[in-house]
């Protein structure tokens, strides 16, 4: 008996899908750049946010939602706890914003890398 799999070729990516997950990829870039920079956060926040319509009807779509979604939960939770830093539970609100921010981009990278989508 042999243990040999069978590894079924993955269907080709239509060029709709290539360019939706390119710019899925660079959106993702930019947010994990902004750990270190903070405009590029902005930056894929927002490219993500045009790139959208670009992406309907694609593999990769829900993708874009997942993008939107952390950019705009991010950016609430980073300004509701730097107005409230003063409280110290804004310092809570800022490394809960950090710790979400990294797992939905770090999840969307391995998944969209793998030609899968998100959810």
Not at 27 to 39: K, N, P, R, S, V
Not at 67 to 92: M, P
Request: avoid cysteine; aromatic fraction near 12%; charge should be positive.
């Amino acid at each position: 008996m042999s243990d040999t799999q069978t590894i079924q070729p993955q269907a080709q990516l239509s060029e709709a899908d290539k360019n939706a997950k390119t710019h899925a990829i660079v959106a993702y870039a930019l947010m994990l750049l902004g750990f270190f920079t903070g405009i590029g956060f902005l930056i894929g926040g927002i490219w993500g946010i045009v790139k959208k319509s670009d992406a309907q009807n694609t593999r990769f779509a829900d993708h874009y939602d997942n993008i939107t979604k952390t950019f705009l939960v991010s950016l609430v939770l980073s300004i509701v706890g730097g107005l409230t830093a003063v409280f110290i539970v804004g310092y809570l609100l800022i490394l809960v914003a950090f710790i979400y921010t990294l797992w939905k981009v770090v999840k969307g990278l391995a998944r969209i890398t793998s030609d899968k989508s998100y959810n």
